[in-house]
Each structure stands twice: as C-alpha cells, then as structure tokens.
C-alpha cells in the first residue's frame, strides 16, 4: 500500500459478494444471467457491479460452482479505490485501486498520473496528491 495517498477500503455485504462471486464463476459458461432490471443503465450498482438476481442464478449453477461462490461468500472482500482529481480541469473520480495499480510504474512515478476521463490529459493525480499540490 502506498504511504503518500490514501487507499479507501469498503467491506462488501453479503448481497455483493454473492452477485460478485455468481457473475465471475459464470463469466465464461453459458449460463444466461437475469439481471434486476432490463435497462442496461439500471444492471449494475454504484460501485459498477451487476445487478443480477441472487436465488435466480444462484439455482443455475451446478453443485461445484455453488460450493465455490458459498465460500467466497464467507470470506471478508473489500473493495479498494483511490480519489483522483485533475490539475487542470478539477473533474473527480473514484478510480478501483486494482486498475490504479495496472495503470502505475511505482519503480518509476512516486504517485500516478493517470489520464483524466473528462478532459483526456495526463494530469488526474491521487486527491491527496493534488491537496498537497493545490496548499503549497
């Protein structure tokens, strides 16, 4: 973990993990998910996780799959995000750590330097980062 940003960390509830662990072990089979709303921009949460219905397709897996999404259910699963903001145009955003960290050469940057989504330069920084910046 990084010591000059702050990393945010969210325990999942149970209801997430379970449609977390459902979509991943069926990502790739040809289980037909239902999802609790045929709007697309209604399928997924505010975190950006489906919406999919948790007994529905839960009752579609078969033995093993159910297995392995009852023991990821048990586990303690936190997301993990980093807030960015942009040096230029000040746009803000909840960046997941996992992607921030893809994204990063830590041999090379002290902090990431991403770029910003909404005005495409590489200027959207840790918001710790850009607070230290912004007071000097």
Request: glycine share 0%; charged share 40%; with cysteine.
């Amino acid at each position: 973990m990084p010591e000059n940003f702050t990393v945010n960390k969210r325990l999942l509830t149970d209801e997430e993990k379970y449609r977390r662990a459902i979509f991943f072990y069926t990502f790739d089979s040809n289980i037909k998910l239902e999802y609790e709303s045929d709007n697309f921009d209604d399928a997924f949460d505010e975190y950006g996780q489906p919406l999919i219905k948790i007994k529905d397709n839960f009752d579609k897996l078969d033995d093993e799959t159910k297995s392995l999404v009852l023991e990821f259910v048990k586990q303690d699963v936190y997301d993990e995000s980093v807030d960015f903001k942009c040096i230029r145009c000040n746009y803000e955003e909840r960046v997941d750590y996992e992607e921030v960290c893809d994204l990063w050469d830590e041999d090379e940057e002290e902090y990431p330097k991403l770029y910003c989504p909404e005005c495409d330069k590489p200027y959207f920084i840790p918001l710790d980062i850009w607070n230290k910046k912004k007071n000097k």
